[in-house]
């Protein structure tokens, strides 16, 4: 009890002192924070986070590894995500429905572009899924679209996926960080895949 009662006090006084010092960072950050008629300025800041480990690959067809989901999750989207209430919600497409038990048609949002410049399009998505559950790129993760059959642009902003038995967790899956989409002029091909392959052996070795 007598030790308890010691670090509540100890933890009291210190929250009390870290609370009445102050950062000289912190007041220059309040100091930018506002503008010249002191209202909330609107630039933004960085945000620094811990990670376990460095990102294996940046590719989001290829991973196996948490790190390297973490960073792609905040590098590409996909056709649906969840929000904080863990609803699927669209992103990349704008609207999505079942037109019957074996095929989904969704609506991609006009626009958009990747950071490169490349449009985004049902080209993108049908080249990415090709790709993806292609067996020669042996992606770790294609069985997450094992019963998928065919990807079809049917034109410029629509999409059909077609499976070849009903498949209920489809929607879900598509939110998955595997599923995001990249843009055709960064997509890896084989030769580049296996250029980084070699790259990362070489610097494992140095």
Request: charged residues 20%.
């Given at each position: 009890?007598?030790k ?18 102050s ?45 390297s ?72 993760r ?12 049917v ?14 967790p ?9 599923a ?27």
């Open positions: 009890m007598k308890t009662t010691a670090f509540f006090t100890f933890s009291t006084f210190g929250l009390a002192l870290a609370a009445c010092t950062d000289p960072a912190d007041e220059g950050a309040e100091e930018t924070a506002t503008d010249a008629n002191g209202e909330g300025a609107s630039d933004g800041g960085h945000f620094i986070m811990a990670m376990p480990a460095d990102a294996v690959t940046l590719d989001p067809h290829q991973i196996t590894d948490v790190p989901h973490i960073v792609t999750l905040n590098l590409y989207e996909n056709l649906l995500m969840f929000d904080e209430n863990m609803e699927l919600e669209p992103v990349l497409a704008e609207s999505y429905e079942q037109i019957d038990e074996l095929t989904w048609e969704f609506q991609l949002r006009e626009g958009i572009e990747f950071h490169d410049g490349a449009a985004f399009n049902a080209e993108a998505v049908v080249t990415n899924f090709d790709r993806f559950l292609d067996p020669d790129t042996a992606s770790p294609a069985n997450l679209f094992g019963p998928v059959d065919e990807v079809e642009a034109d410029e902003y629509t999409v059909h996926i077609s499976t070849d038995e009903p498949f209920a489809l929607l879900q899956h598509l939110a998955h960080g595997s995001g989409i990249l843009s055709l002029k960064r997509l890896p091909t084989k030769k580049r895949h296996q250029l980084q392959l070699t790259q990362l052996e070489q610097a494992h070795l140095s």
